[in-house]
């Protein structure tokens, strides 16, 4: 009675037995109920638990002056403004270089203390800073500390998942934001003008947080614990504007002040408008890609700056720049990030479309 109610009508189920007729026919009428189990997949609620991995790598830094410096200040400013500020920065390498953004810290005539996740403070010595992304750089005595995960910034899309942390007060506590990258602008230029300029970073991504201020010089991760940016900062038209700097972009800032070559950024001399396909339909231009020397106004000298590189070169307002040493400029393959690859010193070739034709121009930048 037992198998005949309850081994066989389960046998009639299986690929094996389910040919026999008998078995078949002992199942009939008979309901088989296979036990099943709801699995709740949630998605990671604690965006701490995520920038976990790069927690330990977040630095306060506390930017200052001295009493004579600051007794300077006042006289001159008649006030006290921003003689002391507390800024985020991120671990670069694990003896002790600090990359933060420029506006985060107090750059001239300060001194600098730097706090780390394991309570210690150290003091502070600043390297530089890269004109190009405004990144600046400081040194501390220490060894082993705890260094950032980089991770691949071309892979990052708009509407992806991203969270910020900084460590921008008084006393050492991480702060939080999860939001999207809301869009990647090629063409936003770090200058803040309305040209760009040959001399600083074109390309960041844009995001939704809210308090971005409270985020300048910390980095931004992905949803691995990756840091994907790091959050800056331009005055643009009269107000803040803020952004990322992707990290493929900073990783090259990076090894440019481990080989202490800050001083090195190329300069060229020019304002341009970098071409899309609409620009060069409305303006019948006969390419849609390069970089167009151009002023406003259509004088020269503020198109081209008086003794530089690119004036020394011939190179005129209204010219379209095509090429840097061979490789095409267009709207994801920037014109300053291009110029970037090179240094002070380097002579290159540059494609130039003049009046329809085009030409060849050889600069020492």
Do not use: C
């Amino acid at each position: 009675m037992i198998a005949d109610r309850y081994f066989f009508p389960y046998l009639s189920t299986t690929k094996l037995f389910a040919k026999y007729d008998f078995l078949k026919k002992g199942s009939e009428d008979i309901t088989v109920i296979n036990k099943t189990e709801q699995v709740t997949v949630k998605e990671e609620t604690s965006i701490s638990k995520i920038a976990n991995q790069v927690s330990s790598s977040i630095v306060n830094i506390v930017s200052y002056q001295d009493k004579d410096t600051k007794n300077i200040a006042i006289k001159k400013a008649g006030i006290a403004k921003d003689i002391t500020k507390n800024g985020t920065g991120i671990i670069v390498t694990g003896d002790g270089m600090i990359m933060t953004y420029a506006s985060a810290i107090n750059v001239s005539n300060s001194k600098y203390k730097v706090m780390t996740y394991d309570g210690n403070v150290y003091d502070g010595e600043l390297l530089g800073v890269d004109t190009y992304s405004n990144l600046a750089f400081l040194k501390v005595n220490a060894n082993n500390l705890s260094v950032a995960s980089f991770g691949d910034s071309d892979g990052i899309k708009a509407g992806e998942k991203v969270i910020a942390v900084a460590n921008s007060f008084g006393s050492y506590a991480n702060r939080y934001a999860s939001g999207l990258i809301s869009d990647l602008n090629p063409a936003y230029n770090l200058a803040g003008m309305a040209l760009s300029s040959s001399e600083k970073m074109e390309g960041v991504y844009e995001t939704d947080f809210n308090y971005q201020n409270y985020f300048i010089g910390g980095p931004v991760v992905d949803y691995n614990g990756q840091v994907v940016g790091i959050a800056g900062v331009i005055n643009k038209d009269n107000s803040q504007s803020f952004f990322l700097i992707p990290s493929n972009k900073a990783k090259l800032v990076i090894d440019r002040a481990i080989k202490k070559e800050l001083d090195m950024d190329p300069v060229l001399g020019i304002y341009y408008v970098p071409l899309t396909k609409t620009y060069a339909i409305e303006n019948n231009l006969g390419v849609d890609a390069g970089a167009l020397i151009y002023s406003a106004s259509g004088q020269q000298g503020l198109a081209v700056l008086a003794n530089s590189p690119a004036q020394k070169a011939g190179l005129k307002i209204g010219d379209i720049i095509t090429a840097i040493g061979g490789k095409d400029v267009t709207i994801d393959n920037s014109f300053s990030d291009l110029l970037y690859s090179y240094k002070k010193g380097d002579q290159i070739e540059l494609t130039v479309l003049r009046e329809g034709q085009s030409i060849k121009a050889e600069v020492t930048l």
